[in-house]
């Protein structure tokens, strides 16, 4: 059996676990502890004595300590009621239009985007928070609830990105090159939706009402409320790119930053300081139980010579390159049906990024290739959360909108799908679009 072929068998055996419901970092580690013992002749030391340093040589990884600090920052900023002042200070200036709420949700989103790193923190916090408002104001079911569960998928969109950082640590690339590079296809992620609200609502007028106009002197008030927050996310991602802070250093300020203003507040208190914690915990748990079973898995894969072998394949086909680009984007989102957004990234880059940067894109350089691709492949994770069948943004938001039917759900996000697709095609043809703030800053 050559190594490809066993390298789809690991694959499918992961899969299979993974309709089992087996958890992903379980079902990982499993398939790719299997692969390992058969590679090495079934020699249990062998395996033994790798796990022996797997552990170590991954959580000692000074990089991965942005990831807790970002989660906290998160946390401190749902449990603080930051998401509260984003979503008024949102809809007091634009929540007088016609789906004009629903663009204020989806602006919100963006701007917890900013400070959290999660898309279904994003989506849960600012569903509970914009949810009441939209159906106040009569909005359809499935536009409000589409609307913020797209919304949400800003969360790894906007900088700061949990995904983005594991990204960056497998491919030894800049985080902070990368959180620049995603804020310009991020702001056009956003707008693009709220484009969408407001198609929906020119065809359907009764999908979306107009909410009340806000005095000037209210929404003064409101910039006011939310300067703060805005002040964080510039502070952290100019303080990486610049130079005076390295990430780990950015996200301390950050999470310090988010939890000063939670305090000051005054929505902060034992019980959701101690769920802040907590929450942060969980969440960090999982991540790293994820980076386990993925680097397990990587672990097989490599000694089976499967990504080397691809990736020479994909060299010597004579395929064009946007080809092979399109046909790795469709991977992503066929794998979005069964597999988180932070799964995927780990499991496939190690095998399609050797081909990514053996071949030749515009002619452009490596460093830029690299950055591309890596917001390419986080805007097609993205779409994994709110496409059926899986689609977790759905169910988060769904579960909050009790009288909403699920399919309701589904059918109010196919028009912000396609949203996505344009954009994808967008940035597809049009590299600049991400790499445009790194090259003017950079230089």
């Given at each position: 059996?050559?190594?490809?072929?066993?390298?789809?068998?690991?694959?499918?055996?992961?899969?299979?676990?993974?309709?089992?419901?087996?958890?992903?970092?379980?079902?990982?580690?499993?398939?790719?502890?299997?692969?390992?013992?058969?590679?090495?002749?079934?020699?249990?030391?062998v395996?033994?004595?790798?796990?022996?340093?797997?552990?170590?040589?991954?959580?000692?990884?000074?990089?991965?300590?942005?990831?807790?600090?970002?989660?906290?920052?998160?946390?401190?900023?749902?449990?603080?009621?930051?998401?509260?002042?984003?979503?008024?200070?949102?809809?007091?200036?634009?929540?007088?239009?016609?789906?004009?709420?629903a663009?204020?949700a989806?602006?919100?989103?963006?701007?917890?985007?900013?400070?959290?790193?999660?898309?279904?923190?994003?989506?849960?916090?600012?569903?509970?928070?914009?949810?009441?408002?939209?159906?106040?104001?009569?909005?359809?079911?499935?536009?409000?609830?589409?609307?913020?569960?797209?919304?949400?998928?800003?969360?790894?969109?906007?900088?700061?990105s949990?995904?983005?950082?594991?990204?960056?640590?497998?491919?030894?690339?800049?985080?902070?090159?990368?959180?620049?590079?995603?804020?310009?296809?991020?702001?056009?992620?956003?707008?693009?939706?709220?484009?969408?609200?407001?198609?929906?609502?020119?065809?359907?007028?009764?999908?979306?009402?107009?909410?009340?106009?806000v005095?000037?002197?209210?929404?003064?008030?409101?910039?006011?409320?939310?300067?703060?927050?805005?002040?964080?996310?510039?502070?952290?991602?100019?303080?990486?790119?610049?130079?005076?802070?390295?990430?780990?250093?950015?996200?301390?300020?950050?999470?310090?930053?988010?939890?000063?203003?939670?305090?000051?507040?005054?929505?902060?208190?034992?019980?959701?300081?101690?769920?802040?914690?907590?929450?942060?915990?969980?969440?960090?748990?999982?991540?790293?139980?994820?980076?386990l079973?993925?680097?397990?898995?990587?672990?097989?894969?490599?000694?089976?010579?499967?990504?080397?072998e691809?990736?020479?394949?994909?060299?010597?086909?004579?395929?064009?390159?946007?080809?092979?680009?399109?046909m790795?984007?469709?991977?992503?989102?066929?794998?979005g049906?069964?597999?988180?957004?932070?799964?995927?990234?780990?499991?496939?880059?190690?095998?399609?990024?050797?081909?990514?940067?053996?071949?030749?894109?515009?002619?452009?350089?490596?460093?830029?290739?690299?950055?591309?691709?890596g917001?390419?492949?986080?805007?097609?994770?993205?779409?994994?959360?709110?496409?059926?069948?899986?689609?977790?943004?759905?169910?988060?938001?769904?579960?909050?909108?009790v009288?909403?039917?699920?399919?309701?759900?589904?059918?109010?996000?196919?028009?912000?799908?396609?949203?996505?697709f344009?954009?994808?095609?967008?940035?597809?043809?049009?590299?600049?679009?991400?790499?445009?703030?790194?090259?003017?800053?950079?230089?």
């Amino acid at each position: 059996m050559s190594g490809t072929q066993l390298g789809f068998l690991i694959f499918g055996v992961l899969l299979t676990m993974l309709v089992l419901r087996v958890p992903i970092g379980v079902a990982m580690f499993i398939a790719g502890g299997g692969g390992y013992l058969y590679l090495t002749g079934g020699q249990t030391a062998v395996l033994l004595n790798s796990l022996k340093n797997l552990a170590y040589a991954r959580l000692s990884n000074y990089d991965l300590v942005v990831i807790p600090l970002f989660l906290l920052m998160g946390q401190f900023a749902t449990h603080g009621g930051l998401s509260r002042s984003l979503f008024r200070f949102v809809s007091a200036f634009i929540g007088h239009r016609k789906g004009g709420i629903a663009m204020a949700a989806i602006g919100a989103c963006a701007g917890f985007g900013a400070i959290c790193g999660s898309s279904l923190a994003t989506a849960a916090t600012m569903g509970q928070v914009a949810l009441p408002e939209l159906r106040r104001y009569g909005y359809s079911g499935s536009l409000a609830t589409g609307a913020l569960a797209a919304g949400g998928t800003l969360g790894i969109m906007i900088p700061p990105s949990v995904p983005l950082v594991i990204y960056a640590i497998l491919t030894q690339e800049s985080i902070g090159k990368l959180f620049m590079a995603a804020v310009l296809p991020g702001i056009i992620a956003m707008l693009g939706y709220m484009a969408v609200v407001q198609i929906v609502v020119t065809l359907d007028p009764k999908a979306g009402p107009a909410g009340p106009r806000v005095p000037w002197s209210q929404r003064l008030r409101c910039l006011v409320e939310v300067l703060p927050v805005l002040l964080v996310f510039v502070v952290v991602i100019v303080g990486i790119y610049g130079g005076w802070a390295n990430p780990t250093e950015a996200a301390s300020i950050g999470a310090a930053s988010c939890g000063i203003l939670a305090l000051l507040s005054g929505n902060m208190g034992m019980e959701e300081i101690r769920k802040t914690l907590l929450g942060t915990a969980m969440a960090t748990a999982m991540i790293f139980l994820v980076l386990l079973g993925a680097d397990m898995m990587n672990s097989a894969l490599a000694i089976s010579q499967m990504p080397v072998e691809l990736a020479e394949w994909v060299k010597n086909s004579g395929m064009s390159p946007l080809l092979v680009m399109a046909m790795i984007l469709v991977i992503y989102i066929v794998l979005g049906c069964v597999m988180d957004s932070l799964a995927m990234i780990l499991l496939t880059i190690p095998i399609f990024y050797p081909m990514i940067m053996g071949l030749d894109f515009f002619g452009m350089a490596q460093v830029d290739k690299s950055i591309w691709f890596g917001i390419l492949a986080l805007m097609v994770v993205e779409i994994g959360l709110v496409h059926p069948p899986v689609g977790m943004n759905v169910y988060v938001i769904n579960r909050l909108a009790v009288d909403v039917p699920l399919m309701e759900t589904f059918k109010g996000v196919i028009p912000f799908l396609i949203s996505d697709f344009m954009r994808i095609t967008l940035l597809v043809f049009f590299p600049i679009i991400s790499l445009y703030l790194v090259h003017t800053f950079g230089a």
